[in-house]
Nanobody, 124 residues
Framework: QVQLVESGGGLVQVGGSLRLSCAAS????????MGWFRQGSGKEREFVAA????????YYADSVKGRFTISRDNAKNTVYLQMKSLKPEDTAVYYC?????????????????WGQGTQVTVSS
């Protein structure tokens, strides 16, 4: 069982930056892949980024590549999403997720554990 709590969301202007954090409970953090997803109002949940158990492999949606960076600190049981050059279309509830697929997946079904989400709003 993995429990996840996101933090760091908020209101930011276009072009600004935010760093999201996701703290995980339990002793198995280093055994799970971690992902970030987001869901805008009236939209389906979409993949944002994922990172492998060791942190050696990272994956990004094309829409955030070059602007967002996912990282993890296994000693702190925490995964991060550094977001820069934010755009209005990045406005969404951001969720972190944990899963045990062979490689970090880009589909929500690859993840068994989810946080409750944190709101990110980018104002123009």
């Amino acid at each position: 069982q993995v429990q996840l709590v996101e933090s760091g969301g908020g209101l930011v202007q276009v072009g600004g930056s935010l760093r999201l954090s996701c703290a995980a409970s339990g002793r198995t953090f280093s055994s799970v892949n971690m992902g970030w997803f987001r869901q805008g109002s009236g939209k389906e949940r979409e993949f944002v980024a994922a990172i492998s158990r060791s942190g050696g492999g990272t994956y990004y949606a094309d829409s955030v590549k070059g602007r967002f960076t996912i990282s993890r600190d296994n000693a702190k049981n925490t995964v991060y999403l550094q977001m820069k050059s934010l755009k209005p279309e990045d406005t969404a509830v951001y969720y972190c997720a944990a899963g045990r697929s062979v490689v970090p997946g880009q589909d929500a079904s690859d993840y068994a554990y989810w946080g409750q989400g944190t709101q990110v709003t980018v104002s123009s």
